[in-house]
């Protein structure tokens, strides 16, 4: 499967945006989906989970409560919804798919980033 994601821009703290993972390849149904990130000079980080029929999602306590993670299967896309949005959550989002069916992973299949940058 092949993973595309994007939406990601500059916006102030306290904005929002929306990110989109397409899958291409395979239908999406089949894999987990999560969402991490990565900020200037830090190891990568889970941010979201979402279980292959949407029925289940976990969320890293940074973004718990400002972050949703949802999917489409019908149009083989994950999203993340970011509200409320600090400097802290500057980093470059990559979206993820894995075979297991939990948020520990494994990942098997990874998209190229879309940078988010948050100004204060």
């Known amino acids: 499967v092949q993973l595309q994601a994007s939406g990601g821009g500059l916006v102030q703290a306290g904005g929002s945006l929306r990110l989109s993972c397409a899958a291409s390849g395979r239908t999406s149904s089949a894999y987990a989906m999560g969402w991490f990130r990565q900020a200037p000079g830090k190891e990568r980080e889970f941010v979201a989970f979402i279980s292959r029929s949407g029925g289940s999602w976990y969320y890293a306590d940074s973004v718990k409560g400002r972050f949703t993670i949802s999917r489409d299967n019908a149009k083989n896309t994950v999203y993340l919804q970011m509200n409320s949005l600090k400097p802290e959550d500057t980093a470059v989002y990559y979206c993820?798919?894995?075979?297991?069916?939990?948020?520990?992973?494994?990942?098997?299949?990874w998209g190229q980033g879309t940078e988010v940058t948050v100004s204060s």
């Open positions: 993820a798919a894995g075979y297991r069916n939990n948020w520990l992973g494994p990942y098997d299949y």
